[in-house]
């Protein structure tokens, strides 16, 4: 099949890119390369990717009329949207980007899907923080999601209605996945994984929000990208109101922690973390917790690395990474 995978150069889009390059698929992957993190980390993935028909294209989706250009007389099967402004933290420093990046960028996704003539899918990144203030655990995608808590997660929630507008009005088939926490080798410098694991192994202190009275679904990259590759080929059925749109979580179901998950990392660095307790901070969570039985009914979605197995493989790509 011909697929695009926008954010092809981010951590998930890399590993998704990459499996479906092996598998023998067609990918043109874009990405903006910008600079909320080091782009070097991004070339790097880049140039990681496995043989195989793939084409780059540099170009930021939120400009519309240059996209549209990039890829004229393209025509995908599959279209699979990574691409996004991440992080809930920052989305209370500069909202903005989230705007540009999550609401225009995802318009223009859509705008690609609707003129592109024979499209079987369309597959697009939500998250978990669409959730918000949400108490009930685990969450199910039947859950209330009216109470977000970032405006990272309301642009997520956006994205939702956003893509089940445009399956009502033009048929597309499109599925939302909510990602839980995922981590693993290639992951972003933002993230928890990666900067414990490199102030553990410096010796610098790591924060622990709400006094480390926190618990995540993590959830390793090899789980979320088999979790994909199982929807490609299976667009949504029409609901009872013959719009064909659906959304899933994609998580580990399992809750661990926050402390668990240092003293992980700590085992597979060598070293003991040194660390600080720190308040909650704007638009954090407690706790997260992934109801996946409708991603097991429908595709077999079945994660199988816990937390002792993924993070000391982060850690031996981290080293490996940076040389150490």
């Known amino acids: ?118 499209l079987r899918h369309l597959i697009y990144a939500s998250s978990s923080s669409v959730y918000g203030a949400n108490r009930k655990l685990p969450f ?15 642009t997520k929630k956006a994205n939702e209605a956003m893509a089940y507008a445009y399956a009502s009005l033009y048929g597309i088939p499109a599925t939302g996945f909510r990602f839980f926490t995922v981590y693993g080798p290639w992951g972003r410098p933002d993230m928890a994984p990666y900067l414990f694991a490199s102030a553990i192994i410096e010796g610098r202190p790591i924060r622990l929000f709400n006094k480390g009275e926190m618990a995540r679904d993590f959830t390793y990259i090899d789980d979320i990208v088999a ?31 926050l402390r668990r998950f240092v003293a992980v990392i700590e085992q597979a660095a060598g070293r003991p973390a040194i660390i600080e307790e720190a308040p909650m901070q704007k638009g954090d969570v407690r706790q997260t917790h992934a109801d996946i039985d409708d991603t097991r009914r429908d595709f077999g979605y079945d994660p199988a690395t816990p937390i002792d197995i993924g993070l000391p493989r982060f850690v031996k790509w981290y080293r490996r990474y940076k040389g150490l």
């Open 1 to 118: 099949m011909n697929i695009l995978v926008t954010g092809a150069a981010g951590f998930i889009g890399f590993h998704l890119a990459s499996a479906l390059l092996r598998a023998g698929h067609r990918v043109v992957g874009l990405d903006n390369l910008n600079a909320y993190y080091d782009p070097a980390l991004k070339r790097a993935r880049l140039a990681a990717l496995p043989e195989g028909d793939f084409q780059f294209i540099e170009a930021d989706l939120a400009e519309g009329e240059s996209v549209q250009a990039a890829l004229a007389g393209e025509r995908f099967d599959v279209i699979v949207h990574l691409a996004a402004q991440a992080g809930v933290r920052y989305s209370v420093e500069n909202p903005q980007a989230y705007t540009r990046s999550n609401i225009q960028g995802f318009l223009t996704v859509l705008e690609l899907a609707r003129h592109n003539a024979g």
């Open 140 to 154: 199910a995608v039947t859950d209330p999601t009216d109470r977000p808590v970032s405006f990272y997660g309301a």
């Open 227 to 257: 979790g994909l590759m199982a929807a490609i080929d299976r667009p949504p059925v029409p609901d009872e109101a013959g719009v064909t749109h659906r959304l899933y979580n994609l998580g580990n179901n399992k809750v661990e922690p």
